[in-house]
């Protein structure tokens, strides 16, 4: 059974940073696609930001790009998140994600089949 714990999260001033890390147990990331998504209250949960199975291709949403990092260290079995330039409507909870789903839809919640248990940002205007 796999099994995904985020950690990183808290309050920050917008204008600041954070870096949320993900860490697996259970099996390897490589080979896996990875991602990251964040749910605010009263909002849907939305994509974020995902790595390819490879490790080559990496997709994020407008409202991110430019300010987050994803990046997986396959040998600690840890995916990353770095966020810059933080802003208040960052706040949210965040999860990350993995499938050994390929190709498809990987920007969609759903065709993730394991999930961590979230971490909270929250940012300060």
């Known amino acids: 059974q796999v099994q995904l714990v985020e950690s990183g999260g808290g309050l920050v001033q917008a204008g600041g940073s954070l870096r949320l890390s993900c860490a697996a147990s259970?099996?390897?990331?490589?080979?896996?696609?990875v991602g990251w998504f964040r749910q605010a209250p009263g909002k849907e949960r939305e994509f974020v930001t995902t790595?390819?199975?490879?490790?080559?291709?990496?997709y994020y949403a407008d409202s991110v790009k430019g300010r987050f990092t994803i990046s997986r260290d396959n040998a600690e079995n840890t995916v990353y998140l770095q966020m810059n330039s933080l802003k208040p409507e960052d706040t949210a909870v965040y999860y990350c994600?993995?499938?050994?789903?390929?190709?498809?839809?990987?920007?969609?919640?759903?065709?993730?089949?394991?999930w961590g248990q979230g971490t909270q940002v929250t940012v300060s205007s």
């Open positions: 994600a993995a499938t050994n789903v390929r190709v498809g839809a990987i920007s969609r919640a759903y065709t993730y089949d394991y």
């Open positions: 259970g099996r390897t990331f490589s080979g896996w696609t």
């Open positions: 790595n390819s199975w490879s490790g080559v291709n990496t």
